[in-house]
């Protein structure tokens, strides 16, 4: 398909042109009627903020857009696109906290004078921008004609379509920052084409599909598959906020029998928060037969996540067999891999020690064992498994990093050329031609790729590989106390390499003897289940941890806020060693720690 389209905003045009006044998006409100946008209203809209823009000298140059969910999003997307501008989508700044402190980041990152917001956050935009020495920097409402009186017809009957060709940039993606600050991941119009074409051969999605997402729209799964990936095929999306769904979880699968949706998903979080949310009363009221692919990606996937999802919902009318996990990465576009519409998810158990080792075998009787689940095959990549050191290709069953090459695949970080050096233009020892080092662990078996995890995160102890994220998931399983919240597994260095656990934890902040039973229980479990001495473990507040936009843990993170003495806790056990690295915060009027137990295990 892409073979007719040489951009996306000619493909846009087309679409335009042949789907007039059918949807492009739709927008559920948490109170009031949907907002419907047409595909002519799309384009008529965009065609006149292009107009704007160019106005404003903004062709070739990075454009910040920062919307709340809803339809005005696209509308500028489209409007930088049919203005030969480059798409920079981000959060909204909001007062406080790592948002703002990241969506700060992406503004001095791409040195941007424009920035696009609607008229209820334009004041407070500006404001922003003024606070943050930005003051030169033009706010832009685009839910507003021209001051100067010139019409939105006036202006898309102005329009000529810009010079951009297959190799020019559509829009910088800014990765969410798991494992390092964010960086503009730099998508042409040849990138973003082909990632389109590759979903469609993955997913066997056609124009007769309706999506459904609730993913924010700065989200590379989110806008890369629910919000453009629609538009590629010539459908629509129904959308919600996320903090809709988080909230009322129940709303995003009523949606789906609502409006016959058919494809849509998210990270592994959110099946598993519809698991413990949805009661019995709202079962009754869903209808999930439309729904053939429930997509999982940006994290990793859970087969028991998926299993208790399938089993909470076949009332409903869920098929198993469509949770369809996948793998991508926005370095890539988005996609990369994923498995057989409507067949059920390739599973590997995996002997646990040869795992520790790098190498998938078959579980003896009688022996810890991992099970994975596959991301399905890859098509439309060159894709390699290397030793991460001696990059050398690794044979079939053996972990290591994943490296691309392809027409997906992007162009570098925006502005930073010895990073994209390092990750967009790596070679094997022997043989020619850049590949991407995704930094994501894996094996492939039988033609299936399987993550395992992250380069940077992996827990190396006595020779031993530790993916924090089975540490993570198992002292969920404890109890309730534990089981609604999230955990942070990552070693510091102290007298040896150790391993330190951040948990949330739902329980009295007075009760200190719960508080006890709760992290000698982490102990034991992490010490029998994972052979690790587990001397260190901090219980805190829920929403303690922090994630990305993905639901991806910012380990990295949660070690650097901990040795800072950033990490309030409810309660904490601390190998000796492990407290002396601690640097009190020095924060004034700041609360003091909450019954700390220092004690050494």
């Known amino acids: 398909m892409t073979a007719a ?84 989508p981000a959060p909204m700044p909001g007062d406080r906290g790592e948002r703002l402190q990241r969506v700060s980041g992406i503004l001095k990152d791409t040195a941007s004078s424009l920035v696009l917001t609607d008229s209820e956050h334009a004041a407070d935009t500006s404001l922003w921008l ?52 964010p960086r503009g991941v730099m998508v042409t119009h040849r990138n973003l084409l082909a ?35 629609p538009l590629w095929l010539g459908t629509h999306c129904v959308q919600l906020s996320p903090v809709s769904f988080i909230k009322r979880p129940v709303r995003w699968l009523r949606s789906i029998g609502e409006y016959g949706l058919t494809v849509g998903g998210g990270p592994n979080f959110c099946y598993d928060l519809c698991t413990r949310r ?40 869920l098929r198993a067999a469509s949770l369809y ?45 991992r099970t994975l689940i596959g991301s399905g095959r890859v098509h439309d990549f060159d894709l390699r498994v290397v030793d991460p050191l001696a990059h050398v290709e690794l044979p079939p069953g053996r972990v290591g990093e994943i490296w691309l090459r392809g027409d997906s695949v992007a162009q570098g970080y925006w502005h930073r050329p010895l990073e994209s050096d390092d990750t967009f233009h790596a070679q094997l ?28 995160e992996v827990i190396i102890l006595n020779g ?17 106390a534990l089981a609604a919240g999230h955990g942070a597994a990552f070693t510091v260095d102290a007298d040896r390499e150790q391993l330190v656990v951040i948990h949330e934890a739902r329980a ?52 650097t806020l901990f040795l800072r003495g950033e990490i309030s806790p409810l309660h904490d056990v601390l190998d000796p060693a492990v407290r002396a690295l601690i640097t009190p915060a020095a924060v004034p009027g700041a609360e003091p720690a909450h019954d700390m137990v220092r004690s050494s295990q």
């Open 508 to 559: 009295p902040q007075a009760d200190t003897a719960r508080l006890r039973t709760l992290a000698r229980s982490i102990q034991t479990l992490v010490g029998k289940d994972f052979d690790v001495p587990a001397g260190n473990v901090v219980l805190v507040r829920p929403g303690t941890v922090r994630r990305t936009t993905s639901g991806k843990i910012q380990r990295n993170l949660m070690r």
């Open 195 to 229: 990632n389109q074409e590759a979903l469609q051969r993955l997913l066997g999605t056609s124009a007769a599909d309706r999506f459904s997402n609730w993913l924010p729209h700065y989200h590379d799964m989110g806008l890369i598959a629910h919000v453009l990936h």
């Open 325 to 369: 996990p996948g793998y991508g990465l926005a370095e890539a576009t988005l996609v990369v891999s994923g498995g057989e519409p409507g067949a059920p998810a390739r599973r590997l158990t995996v002997d646990a020690a040869g795992l520790e080792h790098d190498e998938l075998r078959a579980p003896a009787a009688d022996v810890p064992t």
């Open 5 to 88: 389209f040489t951009t996306f905003t000619h493909l846009m045009r087309e679409r335009a042109a042949a789907l007039g006044d059918t949807d492009a998006q739709v927008f559920l409100r948490d109170q009031g009627e949907p907002e419907h946008l047409t595909y002519t209203t799309l384009d008529r809209r965009a065609r006149a903020l292009a107009v704007r823009l160019c106005e404003l000298g903004a062709q070739g140059r990075p454009v910040l857009l920062l919307y709340p969910p809803g339809t005005e999003f696209l509308v500028a997307f489209v409007g930088c696109l049919y203005a030969g501008a480059i798409a920079v």
């Open 278 to 317: 949805v009661t019995d009363a709202h079962l009754g009221e869903l209808d999930l037969s439309s729904w053939r692919l429930a997509l999982c990606g940006a994290e990793p996937v859970r087969a028991q996540t998926l299993d208790a999802f399938a089993r909470r919902f076949a009332p409903a009318g």
């Open 429 to 456: 020892a022997d043989e020619p031609g850049d590949f991407l080092r995704t930094g994501d662990l894996g094996a492939v078996d039988d033609g299936e790729l399987y993550i395992t995890g992250r380069l940077k």
């Open 464 to 480: 031993r590989n530790i993916y924090p994220q089975d540490v993570e998931w198992a002292i969920r399983e404890i109890g309730p």
């Open 130 to 181: 003024a606070v943050s020495g930005r003051g030169e920097t033009v706010c832009l409402a685009t839910d507003l004609e021209d001051t100067a009186g010139t019409s939105d017809d006036a202006h898309a009957d102005a329009w000529r379509a810009p010079r951009t060709g297959p190799d020019d940039l559509a829009f910088l993606q800014y990765t969410s920052g798991s494992t390092s600050s």
